[in-house]
């Protein structure tokens, strides 16, 4: 994996001197859609990226949608084995943001067929504040680069919520989900 892909892939994206922080976005995509991003994922990155810019550009269902900014990489330690490690943890928790087929080499995209996002819903539903505040004090990885302090946690509690409510939307319409962080 080349440098800049692992800046990309820790959650920030390194461009000369300027660091680029990498927003993480769910979709809860259609059948077609689901279709279209997987021969897409055939193809190669310039064509997921393609069915990407078309997604992001004609998204209309704020329901089906939910913006992590930063925060996804807290989520996805807590959740997971406190790493950014896609194979960290246990499914279903690890599924929860970088879990599941990555369909491009260097961005986070994510993809869960609607049995995991079943799955990931229900395994979410356990989580509660003391138990990710918990898992958020054992994140001890150097390239965590959160503050590790209240607001930080405050953070990302109201965001793993709003991932949690999410999923509840996404398995109750049945649909996969990608998780993209560009």
């Not at 069915?51 to 004609?58: H, R």
């Not at 950014?84 to 993809?111: I, N």
Request: glycine fraction near 6%; hydrophobic fraction near 40%; charged fraction near 30%.
């Amino acid at each position: 994996m080349s440098r800049s892909i692992a800046h990309a892939r820790s959650g920030r994206a390194r461009t000369g001197r300027t660091i680029i922080v990498v927003l993480g976005v769910y979709f809860a995509i259609t059948a077609e859609q689901e279709r279209s991003l997987l021969v897409a994922a055939d193809g190669g990155d310039d064509e997921v990226g393609e069915i990407l810019e078309v997604l992001e550009e004609s998204w209309d269902d704020d329901r089906l949608k939910a913006d992590t900014d930063k925060a996804w990489d807290a989520i996805h330690r807590c959740l997971a084995d406190g790493t950014l490690d896609p194979d960290g943890g246990e499914f279903p928790l690890s599924h929860a943001v970088l879990g599941g087929r990555h369909l491009h080499d260097e961005y986070y995209v994510v993809y869960l067929t609607a049995d995991q996002v079943r799955d990931v819903s229900d395994a979410l539903q356990a989580v509660d504040r003391a138990w990710l505040r918990r898992r958020f004090d054992t994140i001890d990885d150097p390239d965590y680069r959160g503050a590790r302090d209240e607001v930080d946690f405050d953070y990302t509690w109201v965001n793993f919520v709003d991932v949690r409510e999410f999923y509840q939307r996404a398995a109750a319409a049945r649909r996969a989900v990608i998780f993209t962080a560009t």
